[in-house]
C-alpha cells in the first residue's frame, strides 16, 4: 500500500489551521476539540475526507472557504 503521513497542528486563536495538499489522492482530516470543564475535560471529534485532483498543466490548485 502506500505509505501515509500524520502531520499534527493546533489552530489558531480563530480556529483555523493550513495543509499543503500536495499530492492528489484521497485526504482525511481528523479534529479533536477539548475544552476545560471544570475538573473534568470534555472533547468533540470530527472528520473529513477530500479527494485532490491534479493540477491544471502550469497552474497550482487552491482551496478556501
Do not use: N, Q
Amino acid at each position: 500500500g502506500k505509505a501515509r503521513t500524520r502531520t499534527f497542528a493546533t489552530s489558531d486563536a480563530a480556529g483555523r489551521v493550513s495543509f499543503a495538499l500536495d499530492r492528489p489522492g484521497p485526504w482525511l482530516f481528523a479534529a479533536t476539540e477539548l475544552r476545560e470543564a471544570g475538573a473534568d475535560w470534555e472533547s468533540d471529534f470530527t472528520t473529513l475526507t477530500v479527494v485532490v485532483g491534479r493540477a491544471p498543466i502550469g497552474g497550482a490548485v487552491r482551496l478556501e472557504r
